[in-house]
């Protein structure tokens, strides 16, 4: 992090999530993710002494989406453990299946997956695929369009893109909609900003 540290200090801890998206020859997507956790230094364990830098935790999933996001195949794996028997879970995540990664289905992997009936860190990395799936359609199309012409996902769905605001008036003039209008009546959003806020 760019902010100054205060105290010294020694790392114990590494995650590492990395995501993938795959556009595949049959028109549809691969989202791949895998997690990994290594220990700094040697970590005692119930199960034995796992070495420094040896992963306890190694897995990832991968989900074959259509262009509606549609969940058509879905695959897990539990390679590094801290216990035997974790990776028996696995084979339960294609259950995900006929799921849509942008409609319901994070609190939909929460209620099929929690507690004992899944494995905690695959079930928070399912949490990051939506929005992989999202950035790996992205450079599909302008982010200003849709296929049918309806309002961009992006909308509305965090603090910058909020179609009451003056980012959305700005570069996506359609949508913005401030309190009493509707969206598009705002009209073009040149000069709306001052010289001082675009300097």
Known sequence: ???PQTASRTRTHLRSIVLEGWKRDDRL???EARLTDRKDQDYPLAS???PKGEAVHGMWVRVTIDADFNIVDAQASIESM???GCE???PAYRGIVG???VRGFRRSVGEMFGGVAGCSHLTELLSSLPTAAIQT???EQLDTETGGGGKPFQLDRCHALD???QIVRRFYPRWFSAPGTEPGSAGSPTGFFTSKEEA
């Open 99 to 101: 799921l849509n990664l």
């Open 82 to 84: 801290p216990y035997p």
């Open 1 to 3: 992090m760019p902010q």
């Open 29 to 31: 997507w691969d989202i």
């Open 48 to 50: 034995g002494l796992r």
């Open 137 to 139: 359609f992205a450079g």
């Open 88 to 90: 028996q879970v696995a």
């Open 163 to 165: 179609t009451r605001g």
